[in-house]
């Protein structure tokens, strides 16, 4: 069975068998974990399962809206300053360590995107595929914070041309479940199923030759569309999790006005976030 389709209680158990503690956000980081995670890469799927399962009591949920909102609109306004295109995996890396920072329980989730343009705006669908001319990498990253089931602060500071950011709004923050079909040519481009089939792989194994995780993963974390009035459909589908190797103190992946993330969040976003939910 899938670890994605293990129950909470399941996963809490197997965790306090290996001497692991379920009790703050940020125990992949424990000495126990990683002395699990070295003999089984893939168990940080564990902890992003735990995640998804884990009951959240309505007072957290409220509690978790308000920090999830004011963190992404104080970050999202430095990320726009700093200028920075096609830093989703940095500026995701950086959300999920402050949330950490304020007990908000999320992943880092790697996938594919699709953008669906309105049709009056004559812009052909464009796709950031996780598996693109022979490299196996994740197209977007966004992440996985309840009530959120996508929190993506940098969908429109990407490289786009014809004004189609005209069409992306500033910041996605969805609660939708909505079941949506996810196809291999979400997941892989055109170029990357002609070297599939080169190398034999037939075309009903491409999905799996470069999502293995495709579809347990979607049993944590199911593909979500987002789409407004005015704007475009936004197709997340993920692919793999992912988490940032730096705490928050150590990050030096971003830099903001010569500020560190660390010295950005201490300085800045700490003061803030406790002033306005006081």
């Given at each position: 069975?899938?670890?994605?389709s ?5 996963l ?6 290996r ?8 125990f ?10 070295r ?10 399962a735990?995640v998804?399962k884990r ?22 306004a430095?990320?726009?300053e ?13 959300l ?7 007990k908000?329980w999320?992943?880092c ?6 953008i ?11 796709y950031?595929?996780?598996a ?8 977007h990253t966004w ?29 996605i ?10 196809n ?8 990357a ?28 974390f ?5 789409s407004?009035?005015n ?11 992912h ?12 830099m903001?006005h ?14 803030r976030?406790?002033c306005d939910n006081?």
């Amino acid at each position: 069975m899938s670890v994605f389709s293990s129950t909470y209680e399941a996963l809490a158990d197997d965790f306090r068998c290996r001497g692991i503690s379920v009790d703050s956000p940020g125990f992949c980081d424990s000495p126990s974990f990683f002395e699990v995670e070295r003999g089984d890469p893939d168990y940080l799927n564990h902890y992003a399962a735990f995640v998804a399962k884990r009951p959240y009591d309505p007072s957290y949920l409220a509690r978790a809206k308000v920090i999830i909102d004011h963190v992404v609109s104080l970050l999202h306004a430095e990320l726009v300053e700093h200028g920075g295109l096609g830093a989703c995996v940095g500026i995701s890396e950086i959300l999920f360590r402050i949330l950490e920072q304020e007990k908000i329980w999320s992943c880092c989730i790697k996938g594919s995107l699709t953008i669906t343009f309105p049709q009056r705006a004559g812009i052909d669908t464009t796709y950031f595929w996780s598996a693109d001319h022979g490299n196996f990498i994740a197209g977007h990253t966004w992440l996985y914070a309840p009530p959120y089931t996508v929190v993506d602060i940098s969908v429109r500071q990407q490289p786009y041309q014809d004004k189609q950011e005209k069409y992306i709004p500033d910041c996605i923050l969805t609660t939708d479940t909505r079941p949506v079909i996810v196809n291999v040519e979400d997941i892989a481009s055109p170029a990357a199923r002609i070297e599939l089939s080169a190398y034999g792989v037939p075309p009903h194994q491409h999905l799996k030759a470069v999502a293995p995780l495709i579809p347990d993963i979607f049993d944590s974390f199911p593909p979500v569309a987002v789409s407004g009035l005015n704007c475009a459909s936004l197709k997340y589908s993920p692919v793999a999790i992912h988490i940032p190797v730096d705490t928050l103190p150590d990050m030096e992946n971003m830099m903001f006005h010569g500020l560190t993330p660390w010295q950005l969040y201490h300085l800045q976003f700490a003061e803030r976030i406790l002033c306005d939910n006081a």
